[in-house]
Structure formats: C-alpha cells, structure tokens
T-cell receptor
C-alpha cells in the first residue's frame, strides 16, 4: 500500500468552495475507489472506477465528482453541494481480477 | 444494497486473552469478506480475508470464520498483545474479481489491558 499516495494530508476550505483531493498509485492496479470516514463510523463508498474513463457511483455520491483519465490517477472533487464535507477521505486500489483493496494514507478535509 | 452490522463497538480484553469480533451481512450474493485494522489517524490495513467457498482461514494468531447459511463471519485474535489495540472493521463485497466497492461495518475498538 506504500504505492498509493494522497495529497495533501490536511486540507482546509471555506464553505461554498469546491476542492479536489488527489490520489495516485504506481501499483499498476486497474480499480480505484474513494471512501469517506466519519468519527465512530465505518468507511462509506463514494465512487469507484474499474478502468480508465469509466466510473460508478457508490452509496454516497451526491455532492462529489470524479474523473479517471489515467490509470494511475483518480481525483475526487468535493463540491459545494456536499452538505457535510468535513471528513477523512481515503483512496484505495485493487489489482485486476482481485478483491483485495489497499488504502492510501488519507486526506483530512475540514470545511468551515 | 448490502448492509453489514458489526459487534461489539468496543471490546476490552486482558493481554494474552482471546478477542472475538462478529459481523453479519444481508446480501446472500456477497462472496468476499475482508478484515481491516486501523490505528489512530492511519490508513486501514488488510489483515485477513475469506471468500465464500471457504469456512475458515488462519494466519498465525488471527483467524476468520464464515457461516454462509447464517450470513455471519467472525474475527478471532488469540494471545492478544498491546500492539493489537486498534479499531477493526469487517467488510463485504460481491466482487469475485469484478472489483466492486466494499460495504463496511462501523468498527470495533479493541483495547488490550496490560
């Protein structure tokens, strides 16, 4: 999982601003995922992508958008439409035809 | 969609004793069940997983059991050590190679008492 990077580690934004979180992997994994984690909660799936130029909504996609223009990159945009954006955001990836998902270090987003 | 319930939310055991965390899932099509360990402020780390064609899997002090009929699976940690203190998450997926997302339980905070 050392091959998955997320930046920045901490991010602060004002309410009403869009913000983009970076996720890069050099593991040659085909699938990539975004999860959100709130205190005392499990991880919830926002979006996932199995191949380049294709992605699917997860359980809580409203207020978020993604792109997958390159295999190694899967950025997440938190839009102003997301009502409660403050959370810990985790990116993950998995190899083709495998179920195991490996996580990046996360980005803690605070919106005030 | 899938729903995963995890119990207990907090578990305190004496060092050296065993710990058991239980999860149930709702979708009988789920066929992949990983367990993750997360230390404070860190990323979740995959510690063990099991697929639906297997009833039990063991890796040193950690084991996972799966009961497909009852739709529940459990994590067993024997001879607990201080470094086992963390939050543990169970999850379920229908992927089987399709690389779908995971549905997570809400986590168990395991505390190892010295």
């Amino acid at each position: 999982d050392g091959g998955i990077t997320q930046s920045p580690k901490y991010l602060f934004r004002k309410e009403g601003q869009n913000v983009t979180l970076s996720c890069e992997q050099n593991l040659n994994h085909d699938a990539m995922y975004w999860y959100r984690q709130d205190p005392g909660q499990g991880l919830r799936l926002i979006y996932y992508s199995q191949i380049v130029n294709d992605f699917q909504k997860g359980d809580i996609a409203e207020g978020y958008s993604v792109s997958r223009e390159k295999k190694e990159s899967f950025p997440l945009t938190v839009t102003s439409a997301q009502k409660n954006p403050t959370a810990f955001y985790l990116c993950a990836s998995s190899p083709r035809d495998r179920s195991e998902q490996y996580f990046g270090p996360g980005t803690r987003l605070t919106v005030t | 969609g899938e729903n995963v319930e995890q119990h207990p939310s907090t578990l305190s055991v004496q060092e050296g004793d065993s710990a058991v965390i239980k999860c149930t899932y709702s979708d009988s099509a789920s066929n992949y069940f990983p367990w993750y360990k997360q230390e404070l402020g860190k990323r979740p780390q995959l510690i063990i997983d099991i697929r639906s064609n297997v009833g039990e899997k063991k890796d040193q002090r950690i084991a996972v059991t799966l009961n497909k009929t009852a739709k529940h699976f459990s994590l067993h940690i024997t001879e607990t050590q201080p470094e086992d203190s963390a939050v543990y998450f169970c999850a379920a997926s229908k992927s089987g190679g399709g690389a779908d997302g995971l549905t997570f339980g809400k986590g168990t905070h395991l505390i190892i008492q010295p």
